[in-house]
């Protein structure tokens, strides 16, 4: 039996909960129990954020892209952490068109999970779903976030994209249900977190990136003696070619711009 094969079946009886033909907790049992004490340990909100997704990208194979949205007290939306742009413009697009799985999800009142297993036959999100399949998704699973008593109520919700039609089975949509009750806890439990909070890492990110961007567009148009949008165009396309956060891309221009060369516009 290969590694594949035996994960697989571990993951199977743990969320169906089945027993296990060995006695004690499995890889995905031990991988939660690595998680719990992970993200209490986390000294901020993002970093909360931050470690949830990268453990979702694990535990669910199919899963190519994650992200999380939270709900403003102003009844907006915004995405404090992604694994990548590509799946912060999946989640801007459904804050757009005021439709799509996470927006529902995210919702008071909303259903607990969202889930559409091939967008290209979707009919509920006419504007968002032909949007996803250009950015090449074709399944979406979204998970309520609720932090419990007392406001038992979704703060917000626990989005993961795939880019095969079906490739969230059953089994990924329990452990994504665990997945978002260890969000909610430990967003629950993490040292002064409040909306306020969220909102202003939120914003923190926002304006670190603006600034980083703008230092590398700077960078470039002096260099190459470019506009400024032929200078973005340069960062955007480095950004997808290389398959990096366009940020990351500028922090590294602006850090190391005399090693780094980028293509001419």
């Known amino acids: 039996m290969t590694r594949e094969q035996d994960w697989q079946l571990d993951r199977k009886a743990f969320t169906s909960g089945t027993d296990q033909t060995e006695p004690g907790p499995g890889a995905l049992a031990e991988q939660f129990a690595q998680l719990t004490a992970t993200l209490l340990a986390a000294p901020s909100v993002e970093d909360v954020l931050q470690r949830i997704l990268d ?9 190519d892209l994650a992200s999380f949205t939270l709900l403003d007290d102003d009844g907006g939306f915004h995405t404090p952490a992604e694994t ?7 989640d801007v697009l459904q804050y757009r068109f005021r439709e799509g799985p996470c927006v529902e999800a995210a919702l008071p009142g ?55 039609a079906g ?3 059953e089994a990924d949509r329990d452990v994504l249900l665990l997945l978002a009750t260890h969000a909610s806890l430990a967003l629950a439990t993490t040292d002064a977190v409040t909306r306020a ?10 304006i670190e990136s603006r600034d980083v961007i703008g230092q590398a567009k700077g960078i470039i148009m002096a260099r190459r003696g470019v506009s400024a949008g032929e200078a973005f165009d340069v960062l955007r396309r480095t950004s997808q070619d290389l398959n990096v956060k366009l940020a990351e891309v500028a922090s590294t221009l602006a850090t190391r711009h005399t090693e780094v060369d980028l293509p001419t516009p």
Do not use: C, H
């Open 167 to 169: 490739g969230l089975n």
């Open 197 to 206: 909070e969220l909102q202003a890492a939120n914003l923190r990110k926002a």
């Open 84 to 90: 990548e742009d590509t799946a912060t413009d999946l």
């Open 55 to 63: 453990v979702t990208t694990v535990m669910v194979p199919a899963a």
């Open 110 to 164: 909303g259903p607990a999970m969202a889930v559409s297993p091939d967008l290209a036959d979707e009919r509920r999100w006419p504007q968002w779903a032909p949007a996803a399949l250009s950015l090449g998704v074709r399944s979406v699973l979204a998970t309520a976030l609720i932090p419990g008593p007392p406001a038992g109520r979704s703060i917000g919700a626990l989005n993961v994209f795939s880019r095969s």
